[in-house]
């Protein structure tokens, strides 16, 4: 069965793709001999040479192999901020034959032990300011091996940009059994051997979530890693030329394609952002002549609110895209009123590694997922069913491409619900409610799973359920999302007391309990005590019906 084919298809673009079956890292050693003395990253004002970077993904590759024991089709857990480092650390692992498990920094040592444990990871590779969160877990249980990354190391030139303190902090010595710092891994030289990997292999993991229970791991191979990679290159033209600024976290599957993975493909420069800073994004558009730049609606709504933002030169943009969620109309008509440049929105998960569906850049529709891209079928059925319905109404969409994952890791029972027959083919079920137009273009209308979407992170509400339960006076948790006039939308944990403790408990004191158990983007910014949560006549919370009442009666904060 082939893809549908849509009407707006940009005229000078292929139906389909012919993809390298090549792994995913022949990528940067390919760039590396072309390119060699180009930068692949400038960290600020610090360039990182593809020469370099393969000579150091080499090296560490070769540490991760004689050192740590890493063999094909082992799990290396990377844990850490956007840097010249995460780029290395991430292709070394895939060039040991190994398989990146990308993690949010920002989670803390209870939420890691997850990651760890099912993951089965013996290694990790870890930011310095982020290895307290990791350490108790060193020797306590399979993690055997960790190397600890200095940011600085890589500021190796004068800045004028307003670095992050995490980046400016000095090197510190590694002295924990199985800990060695990144820079004496280097130095050690050591040689990996020749790489096995074929397309098929294990590539990368991330993490998501669902209904139910904790994050479950993406299961991507080089081939679906390296479609979209290329895909999305050759969707928006780009050529070695293009300059592109990272401001999305490389953990996530959207920044990890767009703004590393596909610039590395075609050989283009990346401009590094650690953390988010509006005024240093837009001196780096004009220090760098940055050429795209993926971003969300958060980043964009607060760039434009930079009172100094007319004093900076941004007509080098000839792109500027993004998704995870709609962006306001209003803010995208002050964005091309800014630049001349309509935001192009794009549609996908962690389990497709990034779009399944994109606007054509020449024919956007505002608040659009786009149509399904390259060798990609989508269709729209009756939840629960495989019945396809009409144009223009609401059902849940399914998507078929190479960019699909091969399943969640060690969860069979997961895997299987995930996929549906449609039409005499598998079909991932993508739990999103939507609907096509006339034109074929996808809209997003609601979300059969539960997830919430705070200023792009995603969150799920089972997961800070299962850690607020871990709280001594909680007896029951039911967690929803709230509108946010800056997030979007934000976390709200509906609780149910343990007998006698109503009055002696309160929101902010939970919300300081969270603040130290879960990562930041999760914590319940609002708190409500409740007597009863509604519940199903089998038990089950009715968390829908909570969730509908919220965003029916709840003023944006």
């Known amino acids: 069965m082939q893809p549908r084919k849509h009407s707006a298809w940009p005229a000078e673009l292929p139906h389909s793709l012919v993809i390298p079956q090549t792994p995913l890292h022949y990528n940067l050693e390919v760039s590396a001999r072309r390119y ?37 089709g082992d799990r290396v857990l990377l844990l850490m901020q956007n840097s010249p480092q995460f780029i290395i650390a991430y292709y070394a692992i895939l060039r040991a034959d190994a398989m990146v498990v990308p993690v949010n920094p920002m989670n803390l040592t209870e939420e890691l032990r997850h990651y760890v444990d099912d993951a089965g990871t013996a290694t990790a590779i870890v930011g310095q300011e982020i290895y307290p969160q990791l350490r108790p877990l060193l020797g306590a249980g399979q993690l055997t091996h960790v190397i600890v990354a200095t940011y600085s190391d890589y500021l190796r030139a004068e800045s004028a940009f307003r670095i992050p303190e995490s980046c400016l902090a000095p090197r510190e010595a590694c002295t924990d059994a199985g800990a060695i710092a990144w820079q004496d891994a280097l130095d050690l030289r050591l040689a990996p051997a020749p790489s096995q990997a074929a397309p098929d292999d294990l590539c990368v993991m991330p993490f998501t979530s669902g209904t139910t229970g904790l994050p479950k791991g993406c299961i991507h191979t080089h081939a679906t890693v390296m479609f979209t990679a290329v895909a999305g290159a050759v969707w928006f033209r780009s050529i070695p030329d293009t300059v592109v600024l990272a401001t999305l976290p490389f953990f996530h599957v959207t920044g990890m ?29 004009e220090h760098h002549r940055v050429n795209s730049w993926t971003i969300i609606s958060t980043m964009a709504i607060d760039f434009l609110a930079n009172p100094a933002l007319g004093h900076h030169r941004l007509d080098s943009l000839t792109r500027i895209g993004g ?71 609401v059902g849940e ?40 137009d006339e034109d074929g273009y996808f809209f997003m209308v609601d979300r059969l799973k539960r997830m919430i979407n705070a200023a792009g992170y995603k969150v799920w509400p089972a997961e800070v359920e299962t850690i607020l339960y871990r709280h001594p006076d909680v007896q029951e948790a039911c967690v929803i999302g709230t ?51 509604p519940k199903s006549a089998t038990g089950k919370v009715l968390w829908r019906s909570l969730q509908e009442r919220e965003f029916a009666t709840a003023v944006p904060t």
């Open 257 to 285: 394609q767009g703004s590393m993975n596909s610039p590395i493909y075609m050989g283009s420069t990346v401009i590094l952002m650690q953390r988010w800073d509006r005024e240093t994004a837009a001196r780096l558009i």
């Open 483 to 533: 509108p946010d006039a800056a997030r979007g939308e934000t976390v709200k944990a509906l609780l149910v007391l343990k007998a006698g403790r109503a009055g002696d408990v309160s929101p902010e004191e939970i919300i300081g309990w969270a603040r130290e158990n879960m990562a930041a983007y999760k914590i319940p910014r609002v708190v409500e005590f409740v007597d009863r949560l």
């Open 397 to 436: 969409i399914l998507s078929r491409g190479p960019q699909v994952f091969k399943g969640y890791w060690r969860n069979p029972e997961a895997t299987a619900a995930a996929f549906v027959q449609h039409d005499g083919e598998t079909f991932f079920r993508t739990g999103d409610l939507g609907r096509v």
């Open 323 to 393: 998704g995870g969620a709609a962006m306001p109309e209003a803010v995208a008509q002050k964005l091309k009123d800014l630049t001349g440049l309509n935001y192009i929105e794009g549609y996908g998960l962690s389990e497709t590694i990034a779009p399944t569906h994109i606007n054509p850049t020449d024919r956007p529709k505002k608040q659009c997922l786009g149509i399904p891209i390259f060798n990609t079928d989508a269709r729209v059925v009756e939840p629960g069913t495989s019945r396809e319905v009409a144009r223009g109404e």
């Open 36 to 72: 060699p003395d180009k930068p692949l990253a400038v960290f600020y004002d610090s360039p990182l040479s593809y020469a370099q970077a393969w000579h150091e993904t080499e090296a560490l590759a070769g540490y991760l192999r004689q050192r740590c024991g890493v063999r094909r």
